[in-house]
């Protein structure tokens, strides 16, 4: 048990469908993060929450839309997804920013699209 | 924006030898570097970190790994590796978004492959 839980841990969809992933922490932390791991890339930082409010969108396409109802929970809508999105989406969190801090990872949501 | 180099996609070692993972930044101002590793099917986990004092910082399992200014690099180091020492090793440096947040800005990963 990490702390920072996500679900599902595997989705395929069709480039037409509507999904989301879901990411829950228990760990009291105000930050929370979107990544997109692909193989051969370095992580991509996707969006960053801070006290419920974006303070990041790495100029990430409308098709991802992230949703941050409370400092514990965290949503990435999926609609008309590209083959090449297809990768290992992980969320984080932490206790204030992550500049000294520690990021706690949930174990990802494996995305393939078809 | 910083950017950091892992300069070996694949490292192969075998059981008992040391390694040596090299991690390059580029930065022109003062940075906090850490390690992450990255077990199979798991989410990453923080492995050490530098922020600042002593340039050589440990981790519990017997890695360390050394901040040289000079030459902007923070190469993760074991005198001697395990089985269990098999997973991927992310480099990562803090930055500061345009929002004043900090982010962590990671390298593409190396992969330490220790064999029997």
């Known amino acids: 048990e990490t702390g920072v839980t996500q679900t599902p841990r595997h989705l395929v969809m069709g480039m037409t469908n509507k999904k989301s992933l879901k990411c829950e922490q228990h760990?009291?932390?105000?930050?929370m993060y979107w990544y997109k791991q692909s193989a051969k890339k370095p992580l991509e930082l996707m969006f960053v929450?801070?006290?419920?409010?974006?303070?990041e969108n790495n100029s990430v396409p409308s098709r991802f839309s992230p949703e941050c109802p409370n400092s514990s929970h965290l949503f990435l809508h999926l609609h008309t997804l590209q083959p090449e999105d297809s990768a290992l989406y992980l969320c984080?969190?932490?206790?204030?920013?992550?500049?000294?801090?520690?990021?706690?990872f949930g174990e990802g949501s494996r995305l393939t699209v078809l | 924006a910083q950017s950091v180099t892992q300069l070996d996609s694949q490292v192969p070692v075998f059981e008992e030898a040391p390694v040596e993972l090299r991690c390059n930044y580029s930065?022109?101002?003062?940075?906090?570097l850490f390690w992450y590793v990255q077990y199979p099917n798991q989410g990453l986990q923080l492995l050490l970190k530098y922020l600042s004092g002593s340039t050589l910082v440990e981790s519990i399992n017997g890695f360390e790994a050394e901040f040289n200014k000079s030459q902007t690099s923070f190469h993760l180091r074991k005198p001697s590796v395990h089985i269990s020492d098999t997973a991927e090793y992310f480099c990562a440096v803090s930055e500061t978004g345009t929002s004043g947040y900090s982010t962590l800005t990671f390298g593409k990963g190396t992969m330490l492959l220790v064999s029997p």
């Open positions: 929450y801070n006290f419920k409010e974006q303070t």
């Open positions: 930065s022109s101002v003062s940075v906090y």
């Open positions: 760990l009291g932390h105000n930050a």
């Open positions: 984080a969190s932490s206790l204030g920013q992550a500049i000294t801090g520690e990021l706690f």
